[in-house]
């Protein structure tokens, strides 16, 4: 008796070779898929930071130049008369606050620089104080004070002040000694005009522990040479020259010597009282 046999087993082609990927595989390709995410999030956070300190830097230097240029602008205004030395001198404090210097300088001026539009110096003569301080919020800046020049500041009641940049933390200022032929911190001709000064403004640096922000002007103040060539004479000249006018005006010539005024490089010079020529 005989059974049916079973079939042989198939054996159709293979199509293709089909095979999943193994851990391994897939592993490494995490890996770089990671490396790859984390170089472009890097390169994205550096670029957006130094977007951010850019941003900040220019802002910074703005307002700095701003404070440079006003400051730079009220000095070149700078009004003196020799007649009334001690209310149109040149004051310096060199002082700091906190890491920053923070000198005050004063000087009368007539131009409008830091000056509000609405107030009643904007258009004459004032003396301007320019320091660094703390506004009421704990904010460092310079504060800005004036008043009218002929004014005793001890007598000046009004003791408003504004300030016109947080931005700047520190003001150095720094006057030329001609005969030395170097810079000093301190001015002690008080009744005088510096010829030259250097000013140096000082902001937060866009990351701790690094140096500050500077920022640096020198320059000539106009009415300086005015000042030191300035004609000086004591009472009793100015008595001859009163009464060397008196003599013009009476159609006489005035008495040998009388008037006569040595100019500081040695030449004589006829004067009478305000400074005219008779």
């Not at 550096?46 to 230097?61: S, V, Y």
């Not at 150095?172 to 250097?198: F, G, H, K």
Request: net charge negative.
């Amino acid at each position: 008796m005989g059974g049916r046999r079973a079939p042989p087993p198939s054996r159709l082609p293979a199509r293709g070779c089909r095979r999943a990927f193994t851990l391994l595989e897939v592993l490494i390709a995490l890996a770089i898929m990671s490396t790859a995410m984390a170089v472009v999030v890097a390169a994205f956070v550096a670029t957006l930071r130094g977007w951010e300190r850019g941003t900040k830097l220019l802002d910074e230097l703005h307002h700095g130049d701003y404070v440079m240029e006003q400051l730079v602008s009220a000095l070149r205004s700078t009004a003196f008369f020799p007649n009334n030395p001690t209310k149109y001198g040149f004051w310096l404090e060199d002082e700091e606050f906190g890491r920053y210097p923070a000198d005050e300088i004063s000087f009368v001026t007539s131009g409008s620089a830091f000056i509000p539009v609405d107030s009643h110096l904007v258009n004459g003569l004032h003396r301007i104080f320019i320091t660094i301080d703390e506004n009421e919020e704990g904010e460092t800046g310079v504060v800005i004070r004036a008043m009218p020049h002929l004014v005793n500041p001890d007598d000046w009641e009004d003791e408003e002040r504004w300030f016109v940049s947080t931005a700047v933390k520190g003001l150095d200022c720094r006057v030329y000694n001609m005969e030395d032929e170097d810079w000093d911190d301190d001015w002690e001709d008080t009744n005088a005009v510096p010829s030259l000064v250097e000013i140096t403004l000082f902001l937060d640096p866009l990351e701790q522990g690094k140096d500050p922000i500077t920022l640096s002007r020198v320059l000539e103040i106009p009415v300086a040479p005015v000042v030191a060539n300035a004609v000086q004479f004591r009472e009793e000249d100015a008595e001859d020259a009163a009464a060397a006018e008196a003599d013009v005006e009476a159609g006489e010539q005035p008495a040998p010597g009388r008037g006569e005024v040595a100019e500081p490089g040695g030449a004589v010079q006829v004067i009478s009282p305000g400074g005219r020529e008779p």
